[in-house]
């Protein structure tokens, strides 16, 4: 159980076009998932909360114009990077909770990997 | 200085026991994780622990939780080359879900 997924798990585009990352929990139901952005050999930077129904929380030096955020579902997030830039590159990597109630445990999915040319 | 802090690598021979640690600095942290990342991977959910808890085993994993001095350990006994990875410790405060991880601790296991 706790499964969350990732689409795409890949994706190359160019500058000044936008990306969407489309986070899903697969059997379980998520009222708020998490938005980290790791840079290569760097630790997990949480970028946003994403809270069903209502407006994304975003961390400090996160444009929340650039890094849109939809939970239209209790199984579904998505990020959209707009006018991507090359310095937008990254690993995009979502989390769910809550999973099992007792421990509030983040379940994480298996990452998005954009490289904006 | 950052709240959550590991040290950088760890080298260890196949079969030999890995010890992890991290520290922390908020004392009102509930639940204290450890993930592991594979190479071009998410975090996979390894084991966690309680803040009022000391210890934790699951199969080959211990955990060693010292409050007083917000020290946080995760031993693998019996450490295999699929051990290879990042270790990220992370803690999670009393208010709210976020998660705070340190900077992850890169394990090489030897044959």
């Known amino acids: 159980g706790a499964v969350v997924s990732q689409h795409p798990s890949r994706v190359i585009c160019k500058s000044g076009t936008s990306v969407k990352i489309e986070c899903r929990s697969l059997?379980?139901?998520?009222?708020?998932m998490f938005w980290y952005r790791q840079f290569p050999k760097q630790s997990l930077m949480l970028m946003a909360t994403s809270n069903e129904g209502s407006k994304a929380t975003y961390e400090q030096g996160v444009e929340k114009d650039k890094f849109l955020i939809n939970h239209a579902s209790l199984t579904l997030s998505t990020l959209t990077v707009t006018s991507a830039h090359p310095e937008d590159s990254s690993f995009y990597i979502c989390?769910?909770?809550?999973?099992?109630?007792?421990?509030?445990?983040?379940?994480f999915g298996p990452g998005t990997r954009l490289t904006v040319l | 200085g950052e709240d959550v802090e590991q040290s950088l690598f760890l080298s260890v021979r196949e079969g030999d026991s890995s010890v992890i640690n991290c520290t922390y600095t908020?004392?009102?942290?509930?639940?204290l994780y450890w993930y592991k990342q594979e190479p071009g991977a998410g975090l996979q959910l390894l084991t966690y622990?309680?803040?009022?808890?000391d210890m934790k085993q699951d199969q080959r994993l211990t955990v060693l939780l010292n409050k007083k001095d917000k020290h946080l350990s995760l031993r693998i006994a019996d450490t295999q080359t699929g051990d290879s990875a990042i270790y990220f410790c992370a803690e999670k405060k009393a208010a709210g879900n976020k998660l705070t991880f340190g900077g992850g601790t890169r394990v090489l296991v030897k044959p």
């Open positions: 622990i309680f803040s009022n808890m």
């Open positions: 989390s769910a909770g809550p999973g099992e109630p007792s421990t509030d445990t983040q379940y």
């Open positions: 059997d379980f139901q998520a009222t708020t």
């Open positions: 908020d004392s009102s942290s509930t639940y």
